[in-house]
T-cell receptor, first 115, second 109 residues
Framework: IAGITQAPTSQILAAGRRMTLRCTQDMRHNAMYWYRQDLGLGLRLIHYSNTAGTTGKGEVPDGYSVSRANTDDFPLTLASAVPSQTSVYFC??????????????FGPGTRLTVL | GQNIDQPTEMTATEGAIVQINCTYQTSGFNGLFWYQQHAGEAPTFLSYNVLDGLEEKGRFSSFLSRSKGYSYLLLKELQMKDSASYLCAPMDSNYQLIWGAGTKLIIKP
């Protein structure tokens, strides 16, 4: 059982390029999340999805988009990358919020550098 | 607004006890999580408190006072592998986690 996987592990990207970060979970969790983590700051929520077919905006959604076509996959797309999007990106999943344990399980992260 | 306050860095000695404090203000409250994060790795779950009081789990304990907006994580018998960042994260009324910047714990021999 892999839990949550993310790809790529790391990426260097030219500004203005389009990039999709992949996230897949095999725990059949309804909820999935994308966070970014920058030095000296807490994890900040970009987008979330409480169930397949629905998505919501988090604290810092600008410049990012997501889709949730099925339970397992939750890709994050940067339409036109900018240097301020240089960060470590974590995908997480949990049981339906407010039901079950509420614990979030994290993927290993993607380190993205935009030049 | 929502705010989390925890010390930026703490240093402790191997074998000793350390307490990491966290104060919070959130829009509603549905419990508080503590996560551990080693450098370059993902956060991993340590504890969850939803009611006031102390939850003990091996060498780690977590305390919550909802009326004071306060929690602490207590680590006993410190080991070198406990060197990591410890993240306090209360859950708001929408069941979203609000993350603190974390406390970097340095363990010295």
């Amino acid at each position: 059982i892999a839990g949550i996987t993310q790809a790529p592990t790391s990426q260097i990207l030219a500004a203005g390029r389009r990039m999709t970060l992949r996230c897949t979970q095999d725990m059949r969790h309804n909820a999935m999340y994308w966070y970014r983590q920058d030095l000296g700051l807490g994890l900040r929520l970009i987008h979330y999805s409480n169930t397949a077919g629905t998505t919501g905006k988090g604290e810092v959604p600008d410049g990012y988009s997501v889709s949730r076509a099925n339970t397992d996959d939750f890709p994050l797309t940067l339409a036109s990358a900018v240097p301020s999007q240089t960060s470590v990106y974590f995908c997480a999943s949990s049981e339906t919020p407010g039901q079950g344990s509420n614990e979030q399980f994290f993927g290993p992260g993607t380190r993205l550098t935009v030049l | 607004g929502q705010n989390i306050d925890q010390p930026t860095e703490m240093t402790a000695t191997e074998g000793a006890i350390v307490q990491i404090n966290c104060t919070y203000q959130t829009s509603g409250f549905n419990g508080l999580f503590w996560y551990q994060q080693h450098a370059g790795e993902a956060p991993t779950f340590l504890s969850y408190n939803v009611l006031d009081g102390l939850e003990e789990k091996g060498r780690f304990s977590s305390f919550l006072s909802r009326s004071k907006g306060y929690s602490y994580l207590l680590l006993k018998e410190l080991q070198m592998k406990d060197s990591a960042s410890y993240l306090c994260a209360p859950m708001d009324s929408n069941y979203q986690l609000i993350w603190g910047a974390g406390t970097k714990l340095i363990i010295k021999p």
